[in-house]
């Protein structure tokens, strides 16, 4: 199966995307190169190198990231295609459910899935999402209300939950 892949300009800095004919399977930082290399290689293992070639799939994701960063969406339509263990699919599927401009604790996070005492092991599966921004990760914060772990950084997250609540950007505009 192969992966196409676009760097893709946001206003918190250039992403790299990969899909498969299925969906989007990774949508990270470029920044963080040692992770982005560990993400890209658990992709291409399941998939296969990737070539950039066209993709109607990441077309949709650029136009949909676009939109979001302008304000006029607050859900994603692309197709996804995760790429984890059952349980990591689990949670990542759950951080769908949390609604644009609110925020969950972990321990909510772990309810949710109906396993109120998977805290950790939910806070470790979010630390492996593969899919930044369109899956939401960033949505979810610490029991006692202060931002914890980003794969992009807290200040990435305090500016994407900023964008969500409609307030004034430190790192850039809409």
Same mark, same amino acid.
């Given at each position: 199966?192969?992966l196409?892949?676009?760097?893709?300009?946001?206003?918190?800095?250039d992403?790299?995307?990969?899909?498969?004919?299925?969906g989007v399977?990774?949508?990270e930082?470029?920044?963080?190169? /040692? $992770?982005?290399?560990?993400?890209?290689d658990q992709?291409?293992?399941?998939?296969?190198? %990737? #070539? @950039? =070639?066209?993709?109607?799939?990441?077309d949709q994701l650029?136009a949909?990231?676009?939109?979001?960063?302008a304000?006029?969406?607050?859900?994603?339509?692309?197709?996804?295609?995760?790429?984890?263990?059952?349980?990591q699919?689990?949670?990542?599927?759950?951080l769908?459910?949390?609604p644009?401009?609110?925020t969950?604790?972990y /321990? $909510?996070?772990?309810?949710?899935?109906?396993?109120?005492?998977?805290?950790?092991?939910v %806070? #470790? @599966? =979010?630390g492996?999402?593969?899919?930044?921004?369109?899956?939401?990760?960033?949505?979810?914060?610490?029991?006692?209300?202060?931002?914890?772990?980003?794969?992009?950084g807290l200040?990435r997250k305090r500016?994407?939950l900023?964008?969500e609540?409609?307030?004034?950007m430190a790192?850039?505009q809409r």
């Amino acid at each position: 199966m192969a992966l196409t892949s676009r760097q893709i300009s946001t206003p918190l800095g250039d992403m790299l995307a990969l899909a498969s004919p299925a969906g989007v399977c990774l949508l990270e930082f470029a920044n963080g190169t /040692a $992770r982005l290399n560990r993400e890209c290689d658990q992709v291409q293992t399941v998939h296969g190198p %990737a #070539a @950039a =070639n066209p993709s109607a799939v990441l077309d949709q994701l650029q136009a949909e990231l676009a939109d979001y960063f302008a304000g006029r969406r607050q859900r994603f339509d692309v197709p996804l295609d995760f790429i984890g263990t059952p349980f990591q699919q689990r949670v990542w599927r759950a951080l769908l459910a949390i609604p644009y401009g609110a925020t969950w604790s972990y /321990a $909510r996070e772990a309810q949710h899935i109906g396993q109120p005492t998977a805290t950790r092991a939910v %806070a #470790a @599966a =979010n630390g492996q999402n593969k899919i930044a921004i369109v899956v939401p990760c960033h949505r979810v914060i610490g029991s006692n209300g202060a931002l914890t772990g980003y794969g992009g950084g807290l200040s990435r997250k305090r500016w994407l939950l900023d964008l969500e609540c409609g307030q004034e950007m430190a790192l850039g505009q809409r």
